[in-house]
Nanobody, 120 residues
Framework: GQIVESGGGLVQPGGSLRLSCKAVGFTLDYLAVSWFRQAPGKEREGIICISSGGGTLYYTDSVRGRFTVSRDNAKNTAYLQGDSLKPEDTAVYYC??????????????WGQGTQVTVSS
């Protein structure tokens, strides 16, 4: 199986974006989905996770109150909603899936990444 990400692009500061993370060839129903990002010259950063039961875990406070996660098991897809975007949110965003949010760094399934650029 694989994960296909979509939804990246260019957004103005203060704008919003929704990224999609679709599983192909396996079901997301019983898996947690985590989101990471990597900015140029920086290490990969875990930002948020949604558990199989729908609970949210923030890995960093820098997105709390601006980023949310959701999932639609009928579509086998998870989503990352980013609002009030800032230039420092510019990065390649990745989603990853495994049995628990605690396993995110070594998740079994990873998306290909999608570029988000926040700029005027």
């Amino acid at each position: 199986g694989q994960i296909v990400e979509s939804g990246g692009g260019l957004v103005q500061p203060g704008g919003s974006l929704r990224l999609s993370c679709k599983a192909v060839g396996f079901t997301l129903d019983y898996l947690a989905v985590s989101w990471f990002r990597q900015a140029p010259g920086k290490e990969r950063e875990g930002i948020i996770c949604i558990s199989s039961g729908g609970g949210t875990l923030y890995y960093t406070d820098s997105v709390r109150g601006r980023f949310t996660v959701s999932r639609d098991n009928a579509k086998n897809t998870a989503y990352l909603q980013g609002d009030s975007l800032k230039p420092e949110d510019t990065a390649v965003y990745y989603c990853a899936a495994d049995t628990s949010c605690a396993l995110a760094d070594h998740a079994a399934y990873w998306g290909q990444g999608t570029q988000v650029t926040v700029s005027s």
